[in-house]
């Protein structure tokens, strides 16, 4: 696969679309940005993306009342995917995107799904055959935490250490193909605050090396 280029879906800040950004305009990463794309009208990554005159779209999930929400959700995702089939890509990236896709929807795209998740996770063959945890340079092991509270469930567990991954989105959410992991510790005080933004700058490294490895 060549990543030449990028789409990015996106919720929140985007300070990891700032890393990428940041590559691209130094010649670090060959790939480029195509379109960024958010759930939410207030997510500053639309404002990064518009700062480097990248295309941006924001694509709600309407609120619905439970017996229309599978409904709701599913015209969501065909917006969602018309939008994108609207430019050209050769990969969508998910950071800090809140939503999880339907298989339809990933069998519909077309290029491949990785997502940007901020714990360490196995890969899925490790988690079928029962080793659904990572093992740490100090020789611990650290369970795979899937879901949006990963952080503060690290520290509700009481590790000594947790990280991020990147890996390929599939049907069953956050056990998709590993490309790579960075292992991050947590040491005393830490707050959830403290410690996502430690993540986060590993994360923001992780990334660039990731999209220029598939660029």
Not at 79 to 89: D, G, I, K, T
Not at 169 to 187: Q, S
Not at 199 to 209: F, G, L, N, P, T
């Amino acid at each position: 696969m060549t990543a030449r280029s990028i789409a990015v879906l996106l919720s929140g800040s985007g300070s990891n679309l700032q890393a990428v950004l940041d590559a691209q305009a130094s010649g670090e990463l060959a790939g480029r940005v195509a379109l960024v794309i958010s759930d939410r009208a207030d997510a500053y990554g639309l404002q990064r993306a518009l700062g480097y005159g990248i295309p941006c779209a924001f694509v709600p999930l309407p609120a619905a009342p439970p017996a229309e929400r599978a409904a709701a959700r599913a015209a969501w995702e065909r917006r969602l995917l018309s939008v994108l089939n609207a430019f050209s890509y050769d990969l969508v990236l998910l950071s800090g995107f809140m939503r999880v896709l339907s298989a339809e929807f990933l069998a519909s795209c077309r290029a491949p799904v990785i997502n940007q998740h901020p714990a360490l996770l196995p890969d899925p063959a490790d988690a079928a055959a029962g080793r659904d945890y990572v093992p740490t340079s100090a020789g611990a092991r650290v369970p795979a935490l899937r879901g949006a509270h990963v952080v503060a469930e690290a520290l509700r567990r009481g590790l000594g250490a947790t990280g991020c991954t990147v890996h390929y989105v599939t049907p069953e959410v956050d056990n998709g193909p590993v490309l790579a992991r960075a292992e991050v510790p947590i040491v005393p005080g830490d707050t959830e605050a403290s410690l996502h933004e430690r993540i986060k700058i590993a994360e923001r490294r992780m990334i660039v090396e990731v999209l220029a490895r598939l660029a």
